[in-house]
């Protein structure tokens, strides 16, 4: 089946500091990508919207100049939250849209990443 | 806007035992996909089934089956013969073409051994 991979898995790093989070699809090509960020016990709520070579389409609440979007290729996007403060904690999921093993386009999920802001 | 509800918070079975799981969604296009997702303790979002809107059928796979009606705009899910790997939470989600998933609140199972 498809994979896609998150680097880091996890991240500390100091308030005011920028944090970098990558999103792969290791077997297939994704036009598309998105960015959710997760509170605990809570749902998946939608970040943004990736296409390979244009600019992000953010969802209305999110600040697109601290969350960065950028999908270079049709295997990676990343996601750099800037001047990180605490209440940027939170466990941020990507996935990507594609097609596994030539069955139907589905999206696929990365393994998250939490990140801490100290 | 398509919105998802799921209004069971937690559910809890005894293994072996069956278990619905309730979602219900509003929107008006014919033509839409819907989906179960599990999110384990891992956090790693895993797709259990999934619906396109133009089946009749109902989706089913291995222990996962769906109650799909298309008219009550209602998603349930249904997994036979729980397994405590099934212990998870749950989310109900829509998706028309290849545009974002629109999530429900999720549901909490407990497999009681």
């Known amino acids: 089946g498809a994979v896609v991979s998150q680097h880091p898995s996890r991240v500390i790093c100091k308030s005011g500091t920028s944090v970098k989070i990558e999103c792969r699809s290791l077997d297939f090509q994704a036009t598309t990508m998105f960015w959710y960020r997760q509170f605990p016990k809570k749902s998946l709520m939608l970040m943004a919207t990736s296409n390979e070579g244009s600019k992000a389409t953010y969802e209305q609440g999110v600040e697109k100049d601290k969350f960065l979007i950028n999908h270079a290729s049709l295997t990676l996007s990343t996601l750099t939250v800037t001047s990180a403060h605490p209440e940027d904690s939170s466990f941020y999921i990507c996935?990507?849209?594609?097609?596994?093993?030539?069955?139907?386009?589905?999206?696929?999920f990365g393994p998250g990443t939490r990140l801490t802001v100290l | 806007a398509q919105t998802v509800t799921q209004s069971q918070p937690e559910m809890s079975v005894q293994e072996a035992e069956t278990v619905t799981l309730s979602c219900t969604y509003d929107?008006?296009?014919?033509?839409?996909?819907l989906f179960w997702y599990k999110q384990p303790p891992s956090r790693q979002m895993i797709l259990v089934i999934r619906q396109e809107a133009y089946k009749q059928q109902n989706a089913t796979e291995n222990r996962f089956s769906v109650n799909f009606q298309k008219a009550a705009k209602s998603f349930s899910l249904k997994i036979s013969d729980s397994q405590l790997g099934d212990a998870a939470m749950y989310f109900c989600a829509y998706r028309q073409g290849a545009q974002k998933l629109v999530f429900g609140q999720g549901t909490r199972l407990t497999i009681n051994p």
């Open positions: 929107t008006s296009e014919s033509d839409y996909y």
């Open positions: 996935s990507a849209y594609g097609t596994s093993g030539g069955t139907y386009n589905e999206q696929f």
